[in-house]
C-alpha cells in the first residue's frame, strides 16, 4: 500500500472513531458544557482532517484551504454560541 493510502485509511479509522465516540455520549446521554466543548473539538478535528486529507489541502497553499477552514471555525462557533445561549438563557 503506497504511503499516501496507508495515511488515508488511517485518518478514515480516526474519523470512524471519533464519529463512534460522539455516537456513544449521545447514547449514554451524557451533557454539560465540558461535553459539548469536547464534542466541538472533535467536529473541529474531523472537519479540519476531511480539509487535509481527503480533500487534499494540507501541502496546498491556497485560499481555499483558508475559506475552508474559515468556515469549519465560524460553524464550530456558532454551534457553540447556540449552546451556550441555550443553556445560560436569553433575558
Known sequence: ??????????VWLALVVLTLVTWMVGELGY???????????????????????????????????????GWLITVVLLIGLAYWISVRGVH
Open 1 to 10: 500500500m503506497e504511503k499516501a493510502n496507508r495515511n488515508a485509511f488511517w
Open 31 to 69: 451533557g454539560g458544557v465540558s461535553v459539548v466543548a469536547l464534542l466541538l473539538l472533535s467536529v473541529s478535528l474531523k472537519g479540519q482532517l476531511v480539509i487535509d486529507v481527503f480533500m487534499g489541502l494540507a501541502q496546498v497553499d491556497s485560499r481555499w484551504k483558508w475559506v475552508l477552514t
